[in-house]
């Protein structure tokens, strides 16, 4: 026993190794020391743990640790169970791994190939998107984020080709021209050689093949008012009129917004920073057959194609796995 600044320690060794440690790991060892110390030092065991303000059965724990242990005893404790029985089977973890590695989707999109993956072999094993999004995080796919949504007044036109929404954005330098059905949600992209008027007018008759009512488009010069290519495409095309969003008010395009963000998300994915436009067009191409046929939208409670033509391609799983060269991962 060794007295030292006020305190009673049990060793001299003690005095150095606690200057490291926390304040209750400190009272802990003071109110074990005058329990553990000769008399007429020694204090008992329940005076001894009013001072940590402990039960008697969990002092005579700590006690049998720092015996065992030395002072890291004293240290609290994690309470996360050694295993878990109903922990995901590390094949599946793979499984899913594999699948966010090669496809860069969110945990309800990998969840719904994953199923589908299940399916075809004939189980029942359904993954949900909470397990998937806790597996990601575990293998440090993605992180938490806490996102704080707004909420907006949902508004949709009342059936297919009703309007149509229109707009060009940028993928590594490459313009892109994206189109999409306000009613059914359904997409269509094509990377573009330039940005000018009439470039951008034919990849719009290439996108969508047939007359429709409306188009909302953003005030960008291959759009503007007195852009002449555009007006006549608008006489030849459209059925109604030409609808501008206003200026500074992107959320009028929103829903074309969401639908870019997903793509180049993907491309990002797929290509890095490559501005070969074959290449672009070509993963464009697998992810607007995925997306329309093979993602499922919550907010309309359906597929995108199903909505807007009444069926869809079931060949889209079978083509985004050998796209993605999956095959080793998923069931065909």
Not at 114 to 132: A, M, Q, Y
Not at 170 to 183: A, C
Request: hydrophobic letters at 35%; one cysteine or more; charged letters at 30%.
């Amino acid at each position: 026993m060794i007295v030292y600044d006020g305190n009673i320690y049990l060793d001299k060794e003690h005095i150095e190794l606690l200057k490291t440690e926390p304040e209750y790991v400190k009272k802990r060892y003071f109110a074990l020391a005058k329990a553990l110390v000769p008399e007429p030092f020694k204090i008992g065991y329940k005076k001894a743990t009013a001072l940590i303000d402990v039960c008697l059965r969990h002092f005579y724990r700590i006690v049998k640790r720092f015996r065992e242990e030395g002072i890291p005893g004293l240290q609290l404790k994690s309470t996360r169970p050694k295993s878990s029985p109903n922990q995901t089977p590390k094949a599946e973890e793979d499984q899913i791994a594999s699948v966010r590695k090669k496809t860069g989707f969110g945990p309800n999109d990998v969840a719904a190939l994953v199923n589908e993956s299940n399916r075809r072999e004939g189980r029942n094993k359904k993954v949900w998107p909470s397990t998937v999004y806790n597996i990601l995080v575990r293998e440090g796919e993605i992180e938490r984020e806490r996102r704080i949504q707004n909420e907006w007044k949902h508004f949709e036109w009342g059936h297919p080709n009703r309007l149509i929404q229109a707009d060009l954005t940028k993928f590594n330098g490459v313009n892109i021209l994206t189109m999409e059905d306000d009613h059914g949600r359904k997409g269509w992209a094509l990377a573009l050689k330039n940005a000018q008027d009439k470039t951008v007018v034919a990849g719009m008759k290439k996108l969508v093949r047939i007359k429709y009512d409306n188009l909302l488009t953003d005030n960008g010069s291959q759009f503007n008012r007195k852009n002449a290519v555009m007006r006549k495409y608008c006489e030849e095309w459209l059925n109604e009129k030409h609808i501008w969003s206003s200026v500074h008010h992107p959320q009028t395009l929103g829903k074309l917004s969401a639908y870019q963000k997903g793509l180049k998300r993907f491309l990002r994915h797929m290509l890095g920073r490559s501005r070969d436009q074959r290449k672009i067009n070509h993963w464009i191409k697998v992810y607007n057959h995925w997306y329309n046929n093979g993602r499922f939208h919550s907010v309309i409670g359906t597929y995108p194609e199903v909505r807007y033509s009444g069926k869809r391609d079931d060949a889209w799983y079978d083509n985004l796995v050998k796209a993605l060269k999956l095959e080793n991962v998923l069931i065909l």
